[in-house]
């Protein structure tokens, strides 16, 4: 089955800690996102990525980071220096043009506590 | 600047239709996208509108009209199950979405 795997599913961070979300997709999308939901707010642009070794800020990138050493996978580090980190976090892929018309397809989510 | 309002919540009953608004201010637009999310759930895409007009896919229909700068998701027969939030997302282009708060529709029987 194609689709976008994010884990963990819950996690817990501790103050002054690191820690790392992970995404990979088997849908051979060009493009990854990264959103972050938080209640009463709309979907927010973190991070995303339309090739390998490339990556852009969206609106929210301060205090998180990312990397696309693979086609296939997108993690996100939230860092110490993300002072609200609860939230849920949304990984994301689409293909670039086409006929698909940039539809994003979203994973289940990983939902970050902190400790 | 990037504005998109959307009500807040909604609710109907089981059997009926519901029309869900969304209005947007964006600069640059290539698009209005729709997506249901079931709580603690990923969003699930139902439409996706370029040109005005109507669409329409079984019980969902979606709406867009670009000299107004408006659109909405109109259900039909309503299900329980149809009990979601409902984003709206304007397409900017360069790949990004800017997205509402989300309309929180409650079904009840």
């Known amino acids: 089955d194609g689709g976008i795997t994010q884990s963990p599913k819950y996690l817990f961070r501790k103050e002054g800690q690191n820690v790392t979300l992970s995404c990979e997709q088997n849908l051979n999308h060009d493009a990854m996102y990264w959103y972050r939901q938080d209640p009463g707010q709309g979907l927010r642009l973190i991070y995303y990525?339309?090739?390998?070794?490339?990556?852009q800020k969206g609106d929210i990138a301060e205090g998180y980071s990312v990397s696309r050493e693979k086609k296939e996978s997108f993690p996100l580090t939230v860092t110490s220096a993300q002072k609200n980190p609860t939230a849920f976090y949304l990984c994301?892929?689409?293909?670039?043009?086409?006929?698909?018309?940039?539809?994003?397809?979203f994973g289940a989510g990983t939902r970050l506590s902190v400790l | 600047g990037q504005n998109i309002d959307q009500p807040t919540e909604m609710t109907a009953t089981e059997g009926a239709i519901v029309q869900i608004n969304c209005t947007y201010q964006?600069?640059?637009?290539?698009?209005l996208f729709w997506y249901q999310q079931h709580a603690g759930e990923a969003p699930t895409f139902l439409s996706y509108?370029?040109?005005?007009g109507l669409e329409e896919k079984g019980r969902f229909s979606s709406f867009l009209s670009r000299s107004k700068g408006y659109s909405y998701l109109l259900l039909k027969e309503l299900q329980m199950k149809d009990s979601a939030s409902y984003l709206c997302a304007a397409y900017t282009g360069f790949q990004k979405l800017v997205f509402g708060t989300g309309t929180r529709l409650l079904v009840s029987p």
């Open positions: 509108n370029v040109l005005d």
């Open positions: 994301a892929s689409s293909i670039i043009g086409g006929s698909a018309k940039n539809i994003q397809y």
């Open positions: 964006t600069s640059g637009f290539n698009g």
């Open positions: 990525s339309q090739i390998v070794n490339d990556f």
